[in-house]
């Protein structure tokens, strides 16, 4: 294990959310405050409680899960399309490290800062609404997985994309759409029939539903069923990034 | 995941030197059958083999797209190659690539680096890459000798081209190669830069370092390369020794423009090979450098006895430059 390589990628991702703290701290902050003046105050006083929890606790998981989705993708694919981009990749394809140490460094990075953002919005969000959370470490546990998860479907969208469009296109029409349809601001349980049935194809459903249950130990479907959700697309996710090494798809010509 | 965590510990000077005491003819880079057809269908590289030799500077020609890029991105692991094996050190570049690639540095062409990092973090990074602890002295003398000190806090974005030209060698002799490549080094480089890399290149070579380097710049094989290698068309055309092909193929020239058009050569002239023009107006003799062979004064002599008058002369020294034309000419 080429532990030297990892640290080295890992801290030189890292530096770079330090360099753009702004950006990647700050503007979740502001997003979430401004969630949480819309959804929760104006809509929320229309909304009194879903499941026996308020209206502005039951939206905490859902825009955790939001940010935390949009956050993983982003930094994970930019941080090896970056180098794609300006054509600093050379060098990690001429070190001595493993596609394995690759991913754990790029990947790690990715997740570290979106759990991070993860548990500023949380702090965020107890300055809002009172918040209780009763199986903190199943909460950790889904942050964490959610995380690590969504940064290997952004590094695999770094490594597809050619053009910085085309790293935007898949976070946009496909991750955003599914997160807000996936019940970050309404139990599925308030939709109609066939929507009901429509948006349990969503796989964002279970991630937020599974999160929600670590905070209030209710959900819309059971916790088996999230996790062994999460955990299909975490698999899914390694394995196409196994074909990417094994192939050398857009990094090796 | 080949490489034994001690072997990253123990010196790589102390392992070379036993290596080269067993099997002292070793060549250091072994490159047999590499092909390369690109997705495209373009063959960069057909079935190019090449030896390098440990400790040497090795110049390798070629015009734009000969396939010196290609060839240089599959022994550091960035291309694949189609065919072919490569073993650097003894160690296969696809089975042992971390001991492979770990021996290598590389400078390439394009001035790609890290914009937002400092000169220092670039170096500290590379190193780390390449599996080596954290050793702040060394990166520190190699910025100091390669005029970076004063930048080595200044982010690599600022920079001028030519210093980020330097960079990329800090970077590549960060992680103490023993085997440097350097892929069109001097590109767009200012004298003094050039000189010295040169300088870098020849103490770099006194400590036991390989370089291969590719380059437009023929004169300047002329002047480092141990060893020379002409590619063309994917095709390896020739390897020679800098001062044996010098000696070989090393020629001057002499041009006369005629008064009068000739329809063939005088028979008197005949012992001098003289070359004549299509159109018959101008005479190029050909004579060796060193050559023992009749010189210009007895040519011009015999010139005036035969009757052939000249309006102007002029004689050029061919140079490696014009080998390697003649060389990619004819292959």
Request: aromatic fraction near 10%.
């Amino acid at each position: 294990m080429n532990r030297h390589a990892i640290w080295a990628i890992y801290r030189v991702e890292m530096a770079r959310t330090m360099r753009t703290l702004l950006q990647s701290v700050v503007s979740p902050v502001i997003s979430t405050s401004l969630y949480f003046v819309v959804f929760g105050a104006a809509i929320g006083s229309r909304i009194s409680e879903i499941g026996g929890v308020s209206y502005g606790a039951f939206i905490v998981p859902g825009l955790i899960m939001l940010s935390l989705l949009t956050q993983s993708i982003s930094n994970a694919s930019f941080g090896i399309y970056f180098p794609k981009f300006v054509g600093t990749i050379f060098e990690l394809l001429s070190a001595p490290v493993s596609y394995l140490e690759i991913v754990i460094a790029y990947v790690g990075a990715a997740a570290t800062k979106s759990v991070a953002i993860g548990l500023i919005i949380l702090a965020t969000a107890s300055l809002f609404v009172p918040l209780h959370i009763e199986h903190p470490i199943w909460m950790l546990c889904f942050l964490v997985l959610t995380a690590v998860t969504f940064s290997l479907f952004g590094f695999i969208i770094g490594i597809w994309a050619q053009s910085f469009e085309q790293l935007q296109l898949v976070p946009l029409l496909i991750v955003t759409p599914l997160t807000f349809l996936g019940g970050s601001f309404y139990s599925i349980d308030m939709l109609p029939g066939i929507w009901r049935t429509i948006t349990l194809f969503n796989p964002v459903v279970y991630l937020i539903s599974g999160f929600r249950w670590s905070f209030f130990g209710t959900a819309d479907v059971s916790l088996g069923v999230s996790l062994g959700m999460t955990l299909a697309f975490l698999f899914a996710c390694i394995a196409v990034v196994g074909w990417i090494f094994k192939t050398g798809y857009r990094l090796r010509t | 995941m080949t490489l034994p965590p001690a072997n990253r510990h123990s010196g790589p000077d102390k392992e070379i030197h036993s290596k080269s005491k067993a099997v002292p003819m070793q060549p250091i880079i072994s490159i047999s059958g590499v092909s390369k057809i690109y997705a495209s269908g373009f063959n960069a590289l057909k079935a190019v083999n090449l030896e390098i030799r440990r400790g040497e500077i090795f110049a390798l020609l070629g015009p734009n797209g000969a396939g010196k890029t290609t060839l240089i991105s599959i022994v550091c692991g960035i291309v694949n190659r189609s065919g072919g094996t490569v073993t650097v050190d003894g160690h296969d570049i696809s089975t042992d690539y971390r001991a492979a690639r770990s021996l290598i540095g590389l400078v390439p062409q394009e001035l790609t680096v890290e914009a937002f990092e400092t000169v220092r973090a670039t170096l500290n990074f590379s190193r780390g890459l390449f599996g080596k602890p954290p050793n702040p002295e060394l990166v520190d003398k190699i910025l100091k000798d390669l005029s970076l000190w004063d930048k080595r806090d200044a982010k690599v974005t600022t920079l001028s081209g030519g210093m980020k030209r330097r960079v990329m060698i800090g970077k590549a002799l960060a992680h103490e190669p023993q085997i440097l490549f350097l892929d069109e080094p001097t590109a767009g480089v200012d004298v003094e830069l050039r000189q010295d890399m040169w300088a870098m290149v020849r103490r770099l070579r006194e400590s036991g370092v390989t370089i291969i380097l590719t380059t437009h710049y023929i004169e300047e094989a002329e002047e480092m390369a141990d060893r020379v290698g002409v590619i063309n068309h994917g095709e390896i055309v020739l390897v020679e020794d800098k001062t044996e092909l010098m000696r070989k193929l090393g020629r001057k020239v002499m041009r006369l423009e005629l008064r009068q058009k000739l329809d063939a050569i005088p028979a008197a002239l005949s012992k001098y090979a003289l070359e004549l023009a299509k159109d018959g107006g101008s005479l190029t003799y050909t004579y060796d450098n060193q050559s023992e062979r009749p010189g210009v004064a007895s040519l011009l002599r015999d010139l005036e006895a035969a009757g052939v008058q000249f309006r102007d002369l002029d004689t050029e020294n061919s140079s490696l430059e014009e080998i390697f034309v003649n060389l990619v000419r004819h292959s």
